[in-house]
């Protein structure tokens, strides 16, 4: 299966994400590790991308892009894979979608959790790192919402969008998961 995983910070993605590819056995696809396996690898992708990261910068959409389609290319990723932390925007998701085409493949699904802004500010307060406090935790949270809400209604339209509520404890959530991918395993 082919699929993306989409939920603000403090959602659970990264508890979700682990449990959903050891499941399916397929790789997680994760935007940041294929960044730096890129600069680690010294690709030309991943070093222009680094000059980005170092700087403060967003890596822009087309090296993004081009780090994916490299990631995608390799074996493993021929049974499926889980796709966590891109597309983040419509123009992404429309990258996106164009590589698959030319691959003649196509996302199976794509998951949100989706948590109350409360219960992920007080997740993410509880992590006690330094740089979540209550104000950048809202700002973040404002960011993803603005960059995702057009994108969860891009897949919505394209009837690929299950959206999970993702609170509860993690077993609970799973079992949301997994209801979602069965269903969509009986509807094709």
Not at 17 to 29: E, M
Not at 89 to 112: G, H, I, M, N, Y
Request: glycine share 8%.
């Amino acid at each position: 299966m082919r699929i993306v995983l989409l939920g603000p910070p403090g959602a659970g993605k990264g508890t979700q994400a682990q449990r959903l590819v050891d499941d399916l056995q397929i790789p997680h696809l994760s935007t940041g590790e294929m960044l730096r396996a890129g600069q680690d690898a010294g690709s030309e992708l991943g070093l222009m991308a680094a000059q980005y990261m170092e700087s403060g910068q967003l890596v822009p959409d087309e090296l993004v892009v081009g780090i994916v389609d490299q990631r995608l290319q390799q074996q493993d990723c021929q049974n499926g894979y889980l796709l966590d932390g891109f597309p983040r925007t419509v123009p992404q998701a429309d990258s996106l979608s164009e590589l698959l085409q030319q691959r003649s493949t196509k996302l199976d699904l794509v998951l949100e959790l989706n948590v109350a802004e409360e219960e992920l500010i007080k997740r993410l307060l509880q992590r006690k790192r330094p740089d979540d406090t209550r104000e950048t935790i809202t700002e973040r949270l404002q960011v993803y919402q603005k960059q995702t809400s057009p994108l969860l209604e891009y897949y919505s339209t394209r009837g690929l969008l299950a959206s999970i509520v993702g609170q509860g404890t993690p077993d609970e959530v799973y079992e949301r998961l997994r209801e979602a991918l069965q269903q969509h395993s009986d509807n094709t």
